[in-house]
């Protein structure tokens, strides 16, 4: 099993090897910023077969645990019997070498269990999807090589992360992701915004990972082992400051990745980058990677309640700020970013209350549904040529396989039944309620616990209303869409719009998303709990109702009116850019500029100065230089009776 875990890590990175090494960027027969079109195909399928291989090995995993293949090793890496454990019993763990590094080794090594193979299904799955669908939405980029390959290796990387065994293994799958991501939201760097965003994006995660890294070498030292069973073997015999400095430390990290609060700015900003990328990091790697080390090491964050404390309030803020700032956007891209946001606060608000079984069940639904919906933003962006949903409105009537694809997702993400969310969501409300409830069963102290479960109820709400007003404005109406001014196609191609879907090649794997999106919550039914399921349904309608109302009084405005005074600052994300640029970017922004001013003045004047010396000097010797050889032979001579005399007179 561990040969056939390698090979699912193995297969995307080496298509990522062969997509750079083995494709040329552009062909010589076709015109000017396109691409040759056997170029494309080399590369589409240099990027999808092994992906395709790569997810059918993961789906076959979890297939051999649950046929009980897999001999136990101890308890769950994750300390407690989840429910993947009662589907997937069982765990295996190989290791390939074992590195000496003083006191504490580095195990290179992989382990598989029922959380690491769900994990893993997820990502393979929506990668797939995403390399299939990017084969007709870039088919005419002329970067397209080098893009699918970069999706390879951040689709092997989240795996690496996914499988390790090893702390330090798992690091170095979590900062390839982190370069990874910074390659492909800047994907389009011609424009200014678009590498800027790459930029933010890999400096406001690097912040975390510094973070993350004295996390992880606090655990190894303090267990004295860098293997993840080792550390969490470990755990009950670390005291609670070791516990609280390690897990606060890793905290970081899990705020960077998965764009908690307050490292939460980069995400909307990352939909500079293509659609489908914004599917594959939204939905199944980068942002999902922190929720998922959380519940990796969570006995060690049980054992550490100031950090599930601080972990409830960050989830607080960040579920009902950005479910509000998602209310107030026009673009749609950015509506479904901040709801990734509000969506991954949601999945630490359960990790806080003492359910990783919830979290991370509420993990998998979003990586199906989040998926489905960047991938069904994609196809309404190509064929109406805007992202502004002002520019949109009564696209059911053409794009027929779309609308009900996106209507599951937005009711998935509402939590509306029969869709996934709405199993899962009510498991984090439960358990969050819970915790509120029972303060002598909560890891939280009561203060903490009844914030959360108070931001946690009115996110339904607002969750409910931005996606009812999304679906409206999008799909319902009257349609402007002839009002948009369309983009310039690429040379040698018919304009996109043509009043009719998208290409069958992004449409397949929206119809294979929509399944999963619909039905993956009644895997999960057994966490269901009725009386917070009744209540997170009504309070959804609730905020979906008040939007319906605003908008039946004047399709033509904007429903987001119903915010009132909250409307600009949510559109604007509270401001929180504008106070980080007043605190840390125009400081270090003087701080560059003074010690540019010092550089200049000390270090480069004493270049100049010596310079200036050198100069000086070379030019008081190059008037001896004259050429004569008659005066060369005359000094030599006077050279030599001074030489004499003084000899002489020195005796």
């Given at each position: 099993m561990i040969a056939m875990a390698a090979a699912v890590v193995l297969l995307p990175f080496l298509a990522a090897i062969g997509g750079l090494l083995g494709t040329r960027r552009l062909g010589r027969d076709g015109p000017p910023g396109s691409i040759d079109q056997a170029v494309y195909r080399?590369?589409?399928?240099?990027?999808?077969?092994?992906?395709?291989?790569?997810?059918?090995?993961?789906?076959?995993?979890?297939?051999?645990?649950?046929?009980?293949?897999?001999?136990?090793?101890?308890?769950?890496?994750?300390?407690?019997?989840?429910?993947?454990?009662?589907?997937?019993?069982?765990?295996?763990?190989?290791?390939?070498?074992?590195?000496?590094?003083?006191?504490?080794?580095?195990?290179?090594?992989?382990?598989?269990?029922?959380?690491?193979?769900?994990?893993?299904?997820?990502?393979?799955?929506?990668?797939?999807?995403?390399?299939?669908?990017?084969?007709?939405?870039?088919?005419?980029?002329?970067?397209?090589?080098?893009?699918?390959?970069?999706?390879?290796?951040?689709?092997?990387?989240?795996?690496?992360?996914?499988?390790?065994?090893?702390?330090?293994?798992?690091?170095?799958?979590?900062?390839?992701?982190?370069?990874?991501?910074?390659?492909?939201?800047?994907?389009?760097?011609?424009?200014r915004a678009n590498s800027g965003a790459a930029v933010k994006a890999f400096l406001v995660t690097r912040i975390g990972d510094v973070g993350f890294l004295f996390g992880v070498f606090t655990l190894g030292i303090a267990a004295g082992s860098f293997r993840i069973d080792d550390v969490l073997a470990e755990v009950p015999e670390m005291s609670t400051g070791t516990l609280v400095a390690a897990t606060m430390l890793l905290l970081l990290g899990v705020a960077g990745k998965s764009a908690q609060v307050p490292l939460h700015t980069w995400l909307p900003d990352a939909m500079a980058g293509p659609t489908p990328i914004s599917a594959l990091i939204h939905a199944a790697t980068m942002v999902a990677a922190g929720i998922f080390l959380v519940a990796r090491l969570y006995p060690a964050f049980l054992g550490a309640r100031p950090t599930l404390d601080a972990l409830a309030v960050m989830a607080s803020l960040g579920m009902l700020g950005a479910a509000l700032a998602a209310l107030a956007q026009d673009d749609l891209k950015r509506v479904l970013a901040y709801s990734t946001v509000s969506q991954l606060a949601y999945m630490a608000g359960g990790l806080a209350a003492g359910s990783d079984q919830a979290a991370i069940f509420h993990l998998i639904t979003h990586g199906a549904f989040k998926a489905l919906l960047f991938l069904c933003a994609g196809a309404l962006i190509h064929v109406v040529g805007s992202n502004l949903m002002s520019d949109m409105g009564g696209l059911r009537r053409t794009m027929t396989v779309t609308f009900?694809?996106?209507?599951?997702?937005?009711?998935?993400?509402?939590?509306?039944?029969?869709?996934?969310?709405?199993?899962?969501?009510?498991?984090?409300?439960?358990?969050?309620?819970?915790?509120a409830t029972h303060p002598e069963a909560s890891p939280l102290t009561d203060a903490a616990a009844w914030l959360l479960f108070a931001c946690a109820l009115l996110t339904v709400a607002v969750t409910g209303a931005y996606a009812a007003r999304a679906w409206l404005r999008t799909f319902f109406g009257e349609s402007r869409v002839d009002n948009v001014a369309l983009p310039e196609p690429p040379p040698g191609v018919a304009h996109v719009w043509d009043g009719r879907e998208a290409p069958p090649s992004m449409l397949w794997p929206i119809g294979v998303l929509a399944v999963p999106a619909l039905l993956l919550g009644f895997a999960g039914a057994g966490l269901l709990e009725w009386s917070s399921a009744v209540l997170s349904v009504l309070v959804a309608l609730l905020g979906a109702g008040v939007v319906y109302a605003a908008w039946r009084a004047d399709p033509a405005a904007d429903p987001a009116r119903v915010l009132g005074p909250l409307r600009v600052p949510a559109e604007r994300a509270f401001h929180v850019d504008a106070v980080y640029t007043w605190l840390f970017v125009r400081p270090v922004l003087w701080l560059a500029r003074v010690v540019a001013r010092a550089d200049d003045a000390v270090v480069d004047g004493a270049v100049r100065g010596s310079g200036g010396v050198t100069v000086g000097a070379a030019g008081l010797l190059r008037r001896a230089q004259t050429g004569n050889a008659q005066l060369y032979l005359t000094g030599v001579l006077a050279g030599l009776l001074i030489l004499v005399i003084g000899a002489v007179v020195l005796g």
């Open positions: 080399r590369a589409a399928w240099v990027a999808i077969l092994p992906a395709a291989v790569s997810a059918a090995l993961a789906v076959w995993l979890p297939a051999r645990l649950w046929a009980g293949d897999a001999a136990s090793s101890g308890p769950p890496a994750t300390g407690q019997a989840g429910f993947w454990d009662g589907w997937l019993p069982g765990a295996v763990e190989g290791t390939l070498t074992t590195v000496e590094t003083g006191a504490v080794p580095v195990t290179a090594g992989l382990r598989v269990d029922g959380l690491a193979a769900m994990i893993a299904v997820l990502v393979t799955v929506v990668a797939l999807a995403v390399q299939i669908y990017s084969a007709g939405y870039m088919r005419h980029e002329p970067r397209y090589p080098s893009y699918s390959a970069f999706i390879s290796l951040f689709t092997s990387a989240m795996l690496l992360v996914v499988y390790a065994g090893d702390l330090l293994v798992l690091y170095v799958g979590w900062e390839v992701m982190g370069l990874c991501s910074y390659l492909l939201i800047g994907h389009w760097w011609e424009d009900p694809a996106m209507t599951i997702g937005f009711a998935a993400l509402a939590g509306l039944p029969p869709a996934s969310g709405f199993f899962s969501k009510d498991a984090v409300l439960a358990a969050v309620e819970h915790a």
